[in-house]
C-alpha cells in the first residue's frame, strides 16, 4: 500500500462514511507553490475554453449571415439555419453545466431538460437556479452524509447478534472459510 503524502486526502478505514470532499477547503490547505500550479494549469485550460467558445459564437454567426445571404426558402437557408440553432443550441448546454456545477446541481442531465422543458432561461440564456431550487429541490441533493449501512439505523434499537438469521449466516461464513 503507497505511504500516504501530508496534502492527500483523508482515508476512512473505520467504516464510517467519509464528509463530502470540499476542493476550496482542501485548496486552501495547500503550501503556496501548489496553489500557484494549480492556478496556473486552471487558468491555461479556462483561456483556452473562452477561446473556444468565442469561435463557435464566431461560427454560429457566420452560419446566420450565410443563411440570410441565401436565396429564401431555399434548402440551402434552411440546412444553414439549423446547422447555427444547434450550434447555438449546444453552447447553451455548456454553459449550463458550468452554472449548474456551481450551483450545486446533483443532476445536470435533468436539470437541463428540466429548464429546457419548463423554459427557464432567460433571453441571454441564463436560468435563475434559486427559482429551480424552489421548484425542484431533489436536483440538488442533500447536504447529508448518506445512511449507515447498519441494518438497525433509523431504529430505537439494534438488531439481535444471535436473531433467527445467525444459523445461516453461521453456516455462510463457514463455507466461505471463515
Do not use: C
Not at 446566420?64 to 436565396?71: F, I, S, V, W
Amino acid at each position: 500500500m503507497p505511504e500516504p503524502t501530508e496534502n492527500a486526502a483523508p482515508e476512512t478505514t473505520t467504516g464510517e462514511t467519509p464528509a463530502a470532499f470540499d476542493y476550496d477547503k482542501w485548496i486552501a490547505e495547500q503550501p503556496d507553490d501548489v496553489k500557484a500550479g494549480l492556478e496556473q494549469r486552471t487558468s491555461g485550460l479556462t483561456s483556452a475554453l473562452k477561446s473556444e467558445r468565442e469561435s463557435r459564437k464566431e461560427q454560429e454567426k457566420q452560419l446566420r449571415d450565410a443563411a440570410a445571404a441565401a436565396e429564401k426558402g431555399s434548402e440551402a437557408q434552411k440546412q444553414l439555419t439549423v446547422m447555427a440553432d444547434k450550434m447555438a443550441a449546444a453552447d447553451q448546454r455548456a454553459d449550463f453545466m458550468e452554472a449548474a456545477h456551481a450551483a450545486g446541481v446533483k443532476n445536470l442531465k435533468l436539470a437541463y431538460t428540466v429548464a429546457r422543458e419548463d423554459e427557464m432561461f432567460d433571453r441571454r440564456g441564463n436560468v435563475n437556479f434559486e427559482a429551480m431550487k424552489a421548484d425542484y429541490p431533489e436536483l440538488f441533493g442533500s447536504s447529508t452524509a448518506p445512511a449507515s449501512g447498519n441494518a438497525g439505523a433509523g431504529t430505537t434499537s439494534q438488531p439481535a447478534p444471535g436473531g433467527k438469521h445467525a444459523a445461516a449466516n453461521d453456516a455462510i461464513r463457514r463455507a466461505a472459510g471463515w
